[in-house]
């Protein structure tokens, strides 16, 4: 497993109300312990309190915690404008330049910030987003028997097309409607640690192509080890593996214009 080198598209940092799988707070230097001993070497990171309280306070929380941490990328949480609890859609942009960040996410489920996931909602974001290429991580918070709101990502995905738009955690009971999503949207990648399929990685890159999925872990609120062991064993190529434990979130990332 350690011949392969892991970018973690999804990880928090801070202490979650709920502890289930990790008893710690989470600050740079127990995430650096964690991944050293898992041999992942880099992540994209959320903020806790972006998630559980208010974005605002999360991503500056966030900032705060990185701060010299190289190894560790911003992923600032978004929310729709018109209640006026964050950045208007003109402004998404500088925020993330000052912030050194360059990939954002949105939780709009019941369980997270209660917004309907429309493009009439969240459509300003979106077209912000897409004019620089800004990869957007969408997480429905799903388990291992959720669905995801498909027909709202078949629309976000139609309307814009040019918007890298990452499924996270897409659950052990997506395929019939994440299928057709991969199939007529190429703007849309899923995260591996919450795609329980038996096969599922190989079929989708069979189908799809290894491209098309990438590394991430949920830490902590899950457990990274199964999720580095879920890609490192799976029946595909080397160089297909080396894609989805870094080499298309690096694609991704490269290709932001801020």
Same mark, same amino acid.
């Given at each position: 497993?350690?011949?392969?080198?892991?970018?973690?598209?999804?990880?928090?940092?801070?202490?979650?109300?709920?502890?289930?799988?990790?008893?710690?707070?989470?600050?740079?230097?127990?995430? #650096?312990?964690?991944?050293? $001993?898992?041999?992942?070497?880099?992540?994209?990171?959320?903020?806790?309190?972006?998630?559980?309280?208010?974005? @605002?306070? &999360?991503?500056?929380?966030?900032?705060?915690?990185?701060?010299?941490?190289?190894?560790?990328?911003?992923?600032? =949480?978004?929310?729709?404008?018109?209640?006026?609890?964050? *950045?208007?859609?003109?402004?998404?942009?500088?925020?993330?330049?000052?912030?050194?960040?360059?990939? @954002?996410?949105?939780?709009?489920?019941?369980?997270?910030?209660?917004?309907?996931?429309?493009?009439?909602?969240?459509? #300003?974001?979106?077209?912000?987003?897409?004019?620089?290429?800004?990869?957007?991580?969408?997480?429905?918070?799903? &388990?291992?028997?959720?669905?995801?709101? *498909?027909? &709202?990502?078949?629309?976000? @995905?139609?309307?814009?097309?040019?918007?890298?738009?990452?499924?996270? $955690?897409?659950?052990?009971?997506?395929?019939?409607?994440?299928?057709?999503?991969? =199939?007529? %949207?190429?703007?849309?990648?899923?995260? #591996?640690? &919450?795609?329980?399929?038996?096969?599922?990685?190989?079929?989708?890159?069979?189908?799809?192509?290894?491209?098309?999925?990438?590394?991430?872990?949920?830490?902590?609120?899950? =457990?990274? %080890?199964?999720?580095?062991?879920?890609?490192? =064993?799976?029946?595909? %190529?080397?160089?297909?593996?080396?894609?989805?434990?870094?080499?298309?979130?690096?694609?991704?990332? %490269?290709?932001?214009?801020?």
């Amino acid at each position: 497993m350690n011949e392969l080198s892991f970018f973690d598209c999804n990880a928090f940092i801070g202490q979650p109300s709920l502890v289930k799988y990790f008893p710690e707070r989470v600050t740079v230097p127990v995430l #650096s312990k964690e991944y050293d $001993r898992l041999g992942i070497a880099r992540a994209l990171v959320t903020h806790v309190a972006a998630k559980e309280y208010a974005p @605002a306070v &999360g991503n500056d929380l966030l900032r705060q915690e990185l701060a010299g941490a190289d190894r560790f990328s911003p992923c600032l =949480t978004l929310m729709p404008p018109l209640t006026g609890e964050l *950045w208007q859609p003109e402004d998404i942009l500088d925020e993330l330049r000052q912030r050194g960040a360059l990939a @954002a996410r949105l939780f709009p489920s019941l369980t997270g910030h209660r917004y309907p996931f429309d493009v009439r909602v969240i459509g #300003s974001i979106c077209e912000v987003l897409e004019t620089a290429r800004v990869p957007l991580f969408v997480d429905f918070e799903l &388990g291992r028997r959720d669905e995801a709101d *498909w027909v &709202g990502l078949y629309d976000l @995905a139609d309307a814009y097309p040019g918007l890298p738009i990452v499924v996270i $955690r897409p659950g052990g009971r997506s395929d019939r409607g994440l299928y057709p999503l991969l =199939t007529r %949207s190429a703007n849309v990648y899923i995260e #591996s640690g &919450g795609y329980w399929v038996h096969n599922g990685i190989e079929k989708i890159c069979d189908v799809f192509g290894a491209e098309r999925i990438m590394f991430g872990s949920g830490f902590p609120y899950w =457990t990274p %080890s199964g999720a580095v062991f879920h890609v490192a =064993t799976a029946a595909v %190529s080397d160089s297909e593996k080396a894609l989805i434990a870094h080499g298309n979130l690096d694609r991704l990332l %490269s290709e932001v214009n801020l």
